[in-house]
């Protein structure tokens, strides 16, 4: 399975962006899709999990703001991202794990400006 993400940018504190994680290959039907994130200096950490039977996970830090998603007929994922804060400034990563695979995105650059 090979992920392609897109979507990141420049934008202004209190903006929005979606980032989109575009699966090719066999996926199957069970799978959890998460969104990762690194800053500069900063471990990789989870910013939000869905798993296939609908159960999310999300950050302290993004929740209320950030809402993940995934549309199984088009093998994309979602991470809609509203209030953006400087501090969401970061390589967004998308990640699939499922049966006999773990797939990660190239990363996507998102940078909020203050």
């Known amino acids: 399975v090979q992920l392609q993400a897109s979507g990141g940018g420049l934008v202004q504190a209190g903006g929005s962006l979606r980032l989109s994680c575009a699966a090719s290959?066999?996926?199957?039907?069970?799978?959890?899709v998460g969104w990762y994130r690194q800053a500069l200096g900063k471990q990789r950490e989870l910013v939000a999990a869905?798993?296939?039977?609908?159960?999310?996970n999300y950050a302290d830090s993004v929740k209320g703001r950030f809402t993940i998603s995934r549309d199984n007929a088009e093998n994309t994922a979602y991470l809609q991202m509203n209030s953006l804060k400087p501090e969401d400034t970061a390589v967004y990563y998308c990640?699939?794990?499922?049966?006999?695979?773990?797939?990660w995105g190239q990363g996507t650059q998102v940078t909020v400006s203050s």
């Open positions: 990640n699939v794990v499922g049966h006999g695979f773990n797939s």
């Open positions: 869905l798993s296939s039977g609908g159960s999310t």
């Open positions: 290959g066999s996926t199957g039907s069970s799978y959890t």
